[in-house]
């Protein structure tokens, strides 16, 4: 049942935000890896967040020490653990750029049974070209602190751990590979119902786990050391 809006709604430290994403510009016959499912689920220092498509899946974990993130692509299973402190020194990296320039509009919608207002924040490549991300946020949610992390982590520039609220809407144009791009984020579905701590605790079986260092050393090499 989707939770309407209310005081208590931002007092309360436990909810699920359930999200589908889509990325617009892909060739043809890659256009339904391009749609995605996402649920955030939170509960006080408790965080995961899951992410379904025809690709597979990503899974994360933070528990407020150990952030445990497993990834299966198409069957092909690995996982890493990454420290709060390696977290705190992922974020400091993200933020040690030029911080993203957020303007607050007047505009207002309704997503989820919230009122949100657009946010557009602009932020700045290592190409010194500028990027707007249009976000459309609700000060009745709190992000987690698990929140603010694994995108620190992820590294995907899209880390506002200063925003005044909760996102329940993101767009945003990349161009990867030469291939330009629109990434589209929306929530469907929020509730403050309780969530069982079962949620949280990840299950590494059929898993090749890693350290995050082995993890980001595998994704440079795949980069081509970039």
């Known amino acids: 049942m989707i939770a309407l809006a209310s005081v208590n709604a931002f007092a309360q430290d436990c909810y699920t935000v359930k999200m589908t994403m889509k990325i617009e510009g892909l060739p043809p016959e890659y256009a339904g890896f391009g749609d995605n499912d996402i649920v955030h689920y939170s509960k006080g220092e408790l965080y995961k967040q899951e ?50 320039k957020i303007e607050y509009t007047n505009e207002k919608k309704t997503i989820a049974g919230y009122e949100c207002t657009k946010a557009i924040a602009t932020t700045v490549d290592k190409d010194k070209k500028e990027n707007k991300i249009t976000l459309w946020v609700t000060d009745k949610i709190k992000p987690s602190e698990g929140y603010k992390k694994g995108a620190a982590s992820r590294g995907n520039g899209m880390n506002f751990a200063d925003l005044k609220g909760y996102p329940l809407a993101i767009e945003a144009a990349q161009n990867q590979g030469g291939m330009d791009m629109k990434i589209m984020m929306t929530a469907t579905e929020v509730s403050t119902a309780a969530v069982d701590d079962a949620v949280f605790k990840p299950n590494t079986d059929g898993y090749k786990m890693m350290t995050y260092k082995e993890y980001m050393d595998k994704m440079k090499a795949m980069r081509g050391g970039q």
Do not use: F, R
């Open 51 to 100: 992410m379904t498509g025809m690709m597979g899946s990503n899974v994360s974990y933070y528990d407020g020490k150990i952030m445990t993130a497993l990834m299966d692509q198409m069957g092909n299973k690995a996982g890493y653990t990454i420290s709060k402190e390696e977290l705190d020194a992922a974020e400091k990296k993200e933020k040690s750029g030029t911080p993203p």
